[in-house]
């Protein structure tokens, strides 16, 4: 297996930060790209710059074996050719270098009757935000075969983990928790999946250590925890300094809300992965990956939500 230097576009982000943490664990040489330095990391480097300029892409990721694309939109600036462009410039960066660029997918490239994910199932998403991943994991795959570089693929349920501050455990779940409320998101039976963001950065160096060994183009899919609402009502309930009443999620608020808020419009359209069962699934990377290689749920459950309310607690006492 192999290391190396390895760079990470978007270091401040969720994603971003994790990967740079597990791959300096797993003895990489590893710098980061961002704007500014919000999320130092000991033990790495750090390099300012704007993703946006392919010269700046390219010269951040020249020494690099492996490339991280880690950078992130908002929901709402997904449109009008943006993500797209963001990514083009990656591409453009990335051009008859031969290095790897990793590219972490998203479960929305499939629809909601799509009960069993595995990387061989065609892929039809929702619109709208499901047709944008799909042409952008089609200009990777386009690059990978015809501009010198390989691209994998890990694609993944929806992220928690400590650090992730503004996503599904914070904005939706916990989000009246201080009125001592929790939300789960559908029925209590119904199963979704979720991977740990340091379990998935993990994963990230297994693939990017084992890269000699597979094909320019690949798509892995981590299974990371498929578990149901109810069972991640209990374990967060578990988690919490106090108890809370647990009551289903006001879906119509954030429509409502959605009428001038942009992003939660964008939440609200895609409330069906929370209502459906769709399991990412696939033996291969099971295998590599190992028995045992996730965080038992109800720790990493633990550790995120007791991030969030410390937190929440410092800054109430802080304003």
């Known amino acids: ?19 740079m943490i597990a791959f ?6 590893v710098t980061g790209l961002g704007r500014s330095n919000r999320k130092p990391v000991a033990g790495t480097q750090f390099f300012k710059g704007d993703a946006d300029e392919v010269v700046v892409v390219r010269a951040a990721i020249a020494e690099a074996d492996v490339v991280v694309h880690a950078l992130h939109l908002r929901y709402d600036q997904w449109g009008d050719g943006r993500a797209e462009k963001q990514l083009q410039v990656v591409l453009d960066a990335m051009a008859g270098s031969g290095k790897t660029l990793l590219f972490p997918g998203t479960i929305y490239n499939y629809r909601a009757s799509d009960r069993t994910i595995g990387p061989g199932l065609r892929e039809s998403g929702e619109k709208p935000r499901g047709e944008i991943r799909i042409r952008l994991e089609q200009m990777l ?4 075969a015809r501009h010198g570089f390989q691209v994998i693929i890990l694609r993944a349920g929806d992220f928690f983990g400590p650090g992730n501050r503004d996503e599904w455990f914070d904005a939706a779940m916990l989000m009246d928790y201080a009125k001592g409320r929790l939300y789960h ?13 340091p379990d998935l950065a993990r994963a990230f160096t297994v693939l990017a250590a084992r890269r000699a060994e597979m094909k ?28 809370v009443e647990v009551a289903p999620l006001p879906w119509w608020m954030l429509r409502a809300i959605g009428l001038f808020n942009p992003v939660m419009r964008d939440v609200y359209r895609m409330r069906y992965l929370w209502l459906n069962e769709m399991e990412l699934v696939d033996p291969r990377l099971d295998a590599l990956l190992g028995p045992g290689f996730t965080t038992p749920f109800e720790t990493a459950v633990a550790d995120t939500v007791t991030e969030l309310v410390a937190d929440r607690s410092d800054a109430r006492h802080a304003a």
């Open 1 to 19: 297996m192999q290391t190396g230097k390895v760079t990470v576009l978007g270091s401040n982000g969720h994603i971003g930060n994790a990967a």
């Open 24 to 29: 300096r664990d797993a003895n990489w040489r």
């Open 141 to 144: 795959r386009d690059a990978a």
């Open 185 to 197: 998101l559908g029925d209590l039976e119904t199963r979704h999946s979720w991977a740990y963001l």
């Open 216 to 243: 320019a183009f690949e798509n892995d899919h981590f299974a990371g925890h498929w578990v149901s609402h109810g069972q991640v009502m209990a374990a967060t309930q578990n988690a919490l300094p106090k108890p």
